[in-house]
């Protein structure tokens, strides 16, 4: 006879059991019996309100199936919440808290009863839940990501017994107010753009040691720079994202202050010649995770794995590459990875900006470009290095400029789009106050990329010293629409409202950048100089008195020959006012 086929169907699994149970019956079997018929009863209202059906409920535990899997996840959350209440009504000891786990799966149907891989996974997800908590699989994940105003967090992928594959597993949150789940336009600092915008956090090192902090960062820059090159996605740069570092902020707060709907937040682990990097998409507006993954490589693998979460990125927002697009992304810097680790080290002294850390940076680029002399952007970064040293005084060496120049120079004989390039060329014209020759770099408005917040920076303050600064105030709105929070671009704006006789709001620019970088000397001389011409002659000499107090060896003679000024006009109208204010 031949053999009765199997019954399958596809269904939402959902399992729940209490956690501590057993010590429940042990201390009071008679009320743990009665608390837990009464909550039994709870949820099976629910589980019918939301069109599911007890499959069984033995012991501790209630195992039921939906045809839904967003009904059975609304249903788990609404017990989560409902059970939450009534267990405020009990002594701590007492109360009772389940632990729920929701797939989507194929199971074997044998009359009421359902079997089969797809419970076996539930029970293992409910396992893995929280006390008052809820976890879901990936295959559930899928279907609600984007249907239920709740936030999900990737925990990774778990074995399951007798399940070739490992397992999705996410985390429901459930606890935080709607307010801060849910990130609205109407309270965002600056309006959504119209592509795609995203913010990728610093990634967190996970490696253990402090030591590796610097990879992690590396790793958190590459992916910006790459997504950055992406002209249908909006990116927000480096400076900004990075004010977040250590400090612990919800994505939603993140979108508001930066004003962007997606946020991509993630870790890294270096351990040996093995790299683990997870990362999760976040969509502030609905709270909810729209892709997360983990991913195990060989350290030599680290450039394909970077390119695989920016190819995951573009596709799951729907982003179309041209040629020129994926060309750009595919390109690497350097192919040896002992120099791009001393890259990596490098920005992480680079990026302290002390006159130590700059020689340290300096020391680690040049090991790079030792390792591998192809290696473009490293030249441009040593480059960058004299650049800082010079302009911040840490160095009266005159040949500082020039060295810059042969460094720049070299990087683009082996790259002519070498990262930051152009900038760093520009900026050596500018101090050089060679200002045609600075702007003449940027003529062709589509040669820069829209996501370069740098090459607004430094191109609105090329034309501020090149006096056009109306045209400046453009560009420098646009740079802080892409860097929010980088505080230099408050103070370009300021000195491109102080050219233009707008004095009121160069004043809240310039008293915004004080606030929030109160050690960057030149402010507090463009503020004494603009609160001069406000008739505020009082407080232009207290700012005078309070800047020379941190920098003693400044007269007007020095700012004379430094400032990179075009138009004589415009020198004399600062040195000025700050002669009249106090300085000498």
């Avoid at 399992?15 to 009320?31: I, P």
């Avoid at 610097?214 to 997504?227: A, C, K, N, P, V």
């Avoid at 800047?547 to 060896?553: A, D, W």
């Amino acid at each position: 006879m031949p053999t009765e086929r199997v019954k399958r169907k596809l269904s939402a699994i959902f399992s729940a059991d209490v956690k501590g149970y057993s010590r429940l019956m042990g201390e009071d079997e008679a009320a743990t019996v009665q608390t837990i018929t009464a909550y039994r009863e709870t949820m099976t209202q629910l589980i019918q309100k939301y069109r599911g059906r007890v499959v069984d409920s033995p012991g501790d535990n209630v195992l039921a199936e939906f045809a839904s899997v967003v009904d059975a996840t609304e249903c788990a959350v609404k017990i989560q919440e409902g059970l939450k209440i009534r267990n405020t009504e009990l002594p701590e000891n007492r109360r009772m808290q389940f632990r729920i786990g929701i797939n989507l799966g194929d199971v074997i149907e044998d009359g009421e009863r359902i079997y089969g891989d797809g419970v076996n996974i539930t029970a293992r997800l409910e396992g893995l839940a929280e006390p008052g908590g809820i976890c879901i699989s990936g295959t559930a994940y899928d279907q609600v990501k984007n249907k239920i105003s709740i936030g999900y967090e990737f925990l990774g992928k778990h074995a399951v017994k007798n399940i070739k594959e490992p397992v999705r597993v996410y985390r429901a949150l459930m606890e935080s107010d709607p307010e801060a789940e849910i990130a609205t336009e109407e309270k965002m600092a600056f309006p959504l753009p119209e592509k795609p915008s995203i913010a990728v956090l610093p990634f967190t090192n996970m490696s253990g040691d402090s030591e590796q902090e610097y990879f992690s960062d590396g790793i958190t820059e590459d992916l910006i720079t790459d997504l950055s090159k992406i002209s249908g996605l909006f990116v927000i740069a480096r400076n900004s994202v990075f004010t977040y570092k250590d400090r612990p902020v919800k994505v939603q707060q993140v979108s508001k202050d930066l004003g962007v709907r997606y946020v991509l937040e993630g870790s890294v682990r270096k351990a040996g010649e093995r790299v683990r990097i997870t990362a999760q998409l976040v969509d502030a507006a609905s709270g909810g995770h729209i892709w997360a993954d983990r991913y195990d490589k060989n350290l030599g693998d680290i450039f394909a794995l970077q390119d695989e979460v920016t190819q995951k990125i573009v596709t799951v927002l729907a982003v179309k590459l041209g040629d020129e697009e994926y060309r750009r992304i595919a390109q690497k810097d350097t192919d040896n990875l002992l120099a791009y680790d001393y890259f990596l080290r490098g920005l992480e002294f680079y990026n302290r900006f002390t006159k130590k850390a700059n020689t340290q940076a300096r020391l680690m680029f040049n090991k790079a470009i030792e390792l591998d002399p192809q290696y473009a952007t490293a030249y441009v970064k040593v480059g960058w290095t004299h650049l800082v040293e010079w302009f911040s005084g840490w160095s009266q060496d005159p040949r500082s400029l020039d060295r810059a120049f042969e460094l720049v120079t070299k990087a683009t004989s082996l790259d002519d789009s070498a990262e930051g390039s152009r900038c760093l060329l520009g900026n050596i014209y500018l101090w050089k106050k060679q200002h045609d020759k600075a702007l003449a770099l940027f003529d062709e408005p589509g040669d820069v990329n829209p996501n370069y917040a740098e090459v607004f920076t430094e191109l609105g303050t090329f034309l501020n010293f090149s006096g056009r600064p109306e045209e400046a105030i453009e560009l420098i709105e646009k740079a802080i629409r892409l860097d929010p929070l980088y505080p230099y671009n408050l103070f370009n704006l300021g000195h491109a409202y102080f050219l233009t006789r707008q004095y009121e709001e160069a004043l809240t620019a310039l008293e915004r950048t004080l606030d929030a970088m109160p050690k960057f000397f030149p402010t507090k001389a463009y503020l004494a100089a603009t609160y001069f011409e406000l008739g505020r002659e009082e407080e232009a000499r207290a700012e005078t008195l309070e800047f020379l107090k941190k920098s003693p060896g400044t007269t007007l003679e020095v700012w004379l020959a430094r400032l990179p000024y075009k138009n004589q006009s415009d020198l004399d109208r600062i040195l000025d006012a700050l002669s009249k204010a106090g300085m000498k």
